[in-house]
């Protein structure tokens, strides 16, 4: 059973592109995650997500920041027009159900970095 | 806002030394859980905590979470290198999907 999947593992953009992260989270999980965590830092909740739907984004910057689950295929965190303070490695996490108290699993992570 | 902060946010030791880290939440906590993410690695979980009191061992590990809900520890005995990493802690907020996670424990382990 494979864990959680996240590509690519290291992105490199130039101020003002566009980042795309994709995780695909472990089979059977319909529950998707998405952290933010700068160096020698904790994690930072971002987004919560279920299949198709938006369940808590309080975390996650109004602008230039969105989130997507669709009903086939990986999540997706974009980040649009990328600026230096985006540099971080972003984690995903699924897990089995959505309410509070079940283990998330995480991915390896992908490490941005903003040129 | 919730926060949950956890001390030390540094721990060196020697190999065989005990290690204490503890999570401390400014709002009552459902339950609590914790990770360890190891250098360059990313978060894997280890445990949950549920119920006021409850105290559980995983080998050389022990987590407690306190009688108000509000905190939690982990104490490792007689450390080995292969402990190395950060331990966090996170709790969910009242009434959402959102855990938040702990400032974090860095334990080094020297040989």
């Known amino acids: 059973n494979a864990g959680v999947m996240q590509n690519p593992r290291h992105l490199v953009r130039r101020r003002g592109q566009e980042a795309r992260l994709r995780c695909s989270p472990m089979k059977g999980h319909s529950h998707v995650y998405w952290y933010r965590q700068l160096p020698e830092e904790g994690l930072k909740f971002m987004v919560y997500?279920?299949?198709?739907?938006?369940?808590?984004e309080s975390g996650m910057p109004k602008e230039r920041f969105s989130a997507e689950f669709p009903k086939e295929g990986p999540s997706i965190l974009r980040i649009q027009q990328v600026v230096r303070g985006d540099s971080a490695a972003y984690f995903c996490?699924?897990?089995?159900?959505?309410?509070?108290?079940?283990?998330?699993?995480f991915g390896p992570g992908t490490r941005l970095t903003v040129l | 806002g919730q926060q949950v902060m956890q001390i030390p946010q540094y721990q060196h030791v020697q190999e065989g030394e005990d290690f204490t880290t503890y999570c401390n939440s400014s709002?009552?906590?459902?339950?609590i859980q914790w990770y360890k993410q190891r250098p360059g690695g990313h978060p894997v979980f280890l445990i949950q905590?549920?119920?006021?009191?409850e105290v559980k061992k995983q080998k050389r590990l022990t987590f407690q979470f306190g009688e108000a809900k509000k905190n939690s520890s982990l104490h490792i005995t007689a450390t080995q290198t292969t402990d190395v990493g950060t331990y966090f802690c996170?709790?969910?907020?009242?009434?959402?999907?959102?855990?938040?996670f702990g400032t974090g424990t860095r334990l080094k382990v020297l040989a």
């Open positions: 905590l549920v119920k006021s009191g």
């Open positions: 996170a709790g969910p907020t009242s009434g959402t999907y959102k855990y938040i």
């Open positions: 996490a699924s897990s089995a159900q959505g309410s509070t108290g079940n283990e998330q699993f």
């Open positions: 997500l279920q299949k198709e739907n938006i369940i808590d």
């Open positions: 709002t009552t906590l459902s339950n």
